[in-house]
T-cell receptor
Framework: QKEVEQNSGPLSVPEGAIASLNCTYS??????FFWYRQYSGKSPELIMS????GDKEDGRFTAQLNKASQYVSLLIRDSQPSDSATYLC?????????FGSGTRLQVQP | DAGVIQSPRHEVTEMGQEVTLRCKLI?????LFWYRQTMMRGLELLIY????????DSGMPEDRFSAKMPNASFSTLKIQPSEPRDSAVYFC????????????FGEGSRLTVL
């Protein structure tokens, strides 16, 4: 079992819709969770961090964490074509981040 | 402020050659991470340093790989001898003290071993 699992996609949504990206992790000691965005040919960049159960909102982005279910999600409201990228879920079980393989999001104009 | 700076951006070499990748951290950051990204395996942690000290090198594939951090702002990743399966994008990332999950990545070094 991989430490961090994501559906590779592509997830295709129309412009203006809500995109929902999901991630599960295996190590229960994990305390810190992150979402990174990676455009094609570029490096990952941090867009959200979440440390407590529940929701955390930042602009059009909402991260959701459920430690009991070992589940993290990212919602993108009012999706824009510029949101088209690969979204990497990352978990910090010990001392360094472990990344999922990423979900490719395509927002159709 | 300059971000994490990696060089070279692209490297094409032949099997058996030595490859050295370089990374300059953001000023004030004290943790340094080397990741490798491939289509098949995604983004994998190779090694990370905290205050110039290697903390975890369990991700280093084998003895052909070595990494050093001779000072607080600079690191190298060396592959000797290189093999075609080492072809990947190698990312260096750094973080501030106490916020290890908030990584700032360099632009990556794309390595092709023929």
């Amino acid at each position: 079992q991989k430490e961090v699992e994501q559906n590779s996609g592509p997830l295709s949504v129309p412009e203006g819709a809500i995109a929902s990206l999901n991630c599960t992790y295996s190590d229960r000691v994990s305390q810190s969770f992150f979402w990174y965005r990676q455009y094609s040919g570029k490096s990952p960049e941090l867009i959200m961090s979440i440390y407590s159960n529940g929701d955390k909102e930042d602009g059009r982005f909402t991260a959701q964490l459920n430690k009991a279910s070992q589940y993290v999600s990212l919602l993108i409201r009012d999706s824009q074509p510029s949101d088209s990228a690969t979204y990497l879920c990352a978990v910090e079980p010990r001392r360094a981040l472990t990344f999922g393989s990423g979900t490719r999001l395509q927002v159709q104009p | 402020d300059a971000g994490v700076i990696q060089s070279p951006r692209h490297e094409v070499t032949e099997m058996g050659q030595e490859v050295t990748l370089r990374c300059k951290l953001i000023s004030g950051h004290n943790s340094l991470f080397w990741y490798r990204q491939t289509m098949m395996r995604g983004l994998e942690l190779l090694i990370y340093f905290n205050n110039n000290v290697p903390i975890d090198d369990s991700g280093m594939p084998e003895d052909r790989f070595s990494a050093k951090m001779p000072n607080a702002s600079f690191s190298t990743l060396k592959i000797q001898p290189s093999e075609p399966r080492d072809s990947a994008v190698y990312f260096c990332a750094s973080s501030l003290p106490g916020v290890g999950g908030e990584l700032f990545f360099g632009e990556g070094s794309r390595l092709t071993v023929l």
